[in-house]
């Protein structure tokens, strides 16, 4: 399980990326630098990362499930993911 002040922390920055999601596509379109450099750090998309849905883990995520690999594989071996199977040979 992540830190929660982590976990916090990414909630905050997306709450604060979708505030001025808008202002920073009608500044870029506006070719303003100066303006986009003013807005918050936290406002540019690129400072998200992405975290398991169920740990907040930040390493090891499976874009396909929204979740670490870790999960992904206890989600299997249970069940609880349709159509994905644990391979054996």
Not at 32 to 60: I, K, M, V, W
Request: net charge positive.
């Amino acid at each position: 399980m992540a830190k929660t002040s982590k976990i916090a922390k990414q909630k905050q920055r997306e709450a604060v990326v979708a505030k001025y999601a808008e202002r920073r596509q009608a500044m870029k379109e506006a070719n303003d630098y100066y303006g986009l450099s003013q807005l918050p750090r936290d406002a540019s998309p690129t400072r998200l990362h992405n975290r398991c849905e169920f740990t907040g883990r930040p390493r090891g995520y499976i874009r396909f499930f929204g979740v670490s690999r870790i999960v992904l594989r206890e989600m299997a071996s249970k069940g609880e993911l349709p159509g994905v199977r644990k391979a054996s040979w």
